[in-house]
């Protein structure tokens, strides 16, 4: 019935965070500041990584972009991130995923600074978040926490269905669903009766990867879906950028939604939102003052 918008919430939370890289400024007499890294140059990272840039001077904090070739080796990212765990200036460290596939992503991400590690990607983030300690939390299922309070307010008893089990997007969003008090059911390549199971959602996350997957009768009347797919189809004509639609058939969906995030528009401007607000909750906490309080 309604459609969720990202980019409006998204764009308030990024004013709150300028307010409070003010105050950062005024108390510490730096800005706070994002590294990002980029190993290749896959032209859908290299636009990622460049609206993060962006984002990240218009709230007024300071970014550092690495962009590495393709053949960068293991051990050369590694001692790139090591260096920028030692910057005093760098609060928030972000290696842009998925890495070549001569680089093993664990070994990368275990070596940034927990405290610096903005995409909370970092096994002692992920524990944290998972035994309910203070963490820094993956930017993109805290934004669809901050998309779901806003539209529902308490969510405790609902009944959430995340479709995807992946370490950046599915396992973090049921962590946090549940310490919302929601009853929370993960499902995957391997779920039998999915359309069943997604039926019995109020809240329905989707984060799979495949376009609109999703369909209209797998949803339950009046639930709300979160749709965190970004997936690009194929060109209708050469020379045009093809469609970018979500992993839930928007079209159909809308309809028997309360409510549902559009993509583009809904998850996307959150996921950035969302780190930009991690890199400000970093830079505090490095600079020992309370926390910001967003
Ligand atoms: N909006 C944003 O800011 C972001 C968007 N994304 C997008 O979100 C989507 C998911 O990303 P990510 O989690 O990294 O993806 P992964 O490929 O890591 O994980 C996909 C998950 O979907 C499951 N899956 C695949 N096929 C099916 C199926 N047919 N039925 C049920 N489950 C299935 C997989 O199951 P199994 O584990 O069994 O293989 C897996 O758990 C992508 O479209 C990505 O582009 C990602 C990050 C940020
Ligand atoms: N270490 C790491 N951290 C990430 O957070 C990370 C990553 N690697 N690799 C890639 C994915 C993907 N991702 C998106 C961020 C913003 C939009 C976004 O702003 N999308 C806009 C539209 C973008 C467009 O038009 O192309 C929208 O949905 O409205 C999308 C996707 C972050 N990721």
């Given at each position: 019935m309604s459609r969720i918008d990202g980019k409006a919430v998204a764009a308030k939370l990024r004013d709150e965070v300028a307010e409070k890289v003010e105050h950062f400024r005024r108390k510490v007499g730096r800005a706070p500041g994002l590294a990002v890294v980029l190993v290749g140059d896959d032209p859908a990272s290299n636009v990622y990584v460049g609206a993060k840039g962006k984002a990240t001077v218009e709230a007024g904090m300071e970014s550092f972009t690495h962009r590495l070739p393709a053949a960068t080796s293991e051990g050369e990212l590694i001692r790139l991130v090591r260096r920028l765990n030692a910057d005093?200036?760098?609060?928030?460290i972000l290696v842009q995923l998925p890495l070549p596939d001569h680089i093993d992503a664990d070994r990368v991400i275990d070596a940034i600074d927990p405290k610096k590690d903005v995409d909370g990607f970092h096994v002692i983030n992920a524990g944290r978040l998972s035994v309910g300690q203070d963490a820094l939390v993956p930017c993109t299922p805290y934004g669809c926490l901050h998309l779901l309070k806003q539209q529902l307010g308490d969510l405790s008893g609902k009944h959430a269905v995340v479709i995807g089990r992946s370490n950046i997007v599915g396992k973090p969003m049921a962590q946090l669903l549940l310490q919302e008090n929601a009853t929370v059911t993960i499902a995957h390549s391997r779920t039998r009766n999915l359309p069943e199971l997604a039926r019995s959602a109020d809240i329905l996350v989707a984060a799979v990867g495949r376009p609109e997957m999703v369909k209209a009768d797998w949803i339950k009347p009046g639930a709300t879906v979160i749709d965190v797919g970004i997936n690009r189809l194929p060109p209708a004509s050469?020379?045009?950028?093809?469609?970018l639609v979500g992993d839930v058939d928007f079209a159909g969906a809308?309809?028997?939604?309360?409510?549902?995030?559009?993509?583009?528009?809904?998850?996307g401007p959150m996921t950035i939102a969302m780190l930009l607000r991690n890199t400000l909750v970093a830079a505090y906490a490095r600079e020992g003052l309370d926390a910001p309080g967003i």
């Open positions: 005093e200036k760098v609060d928030g050469e020379g045009e950028k093809g469609r809308e309809s028997v939604a309360e409510a549902i995030t559009p993509v583009p528009g809904g998850v």
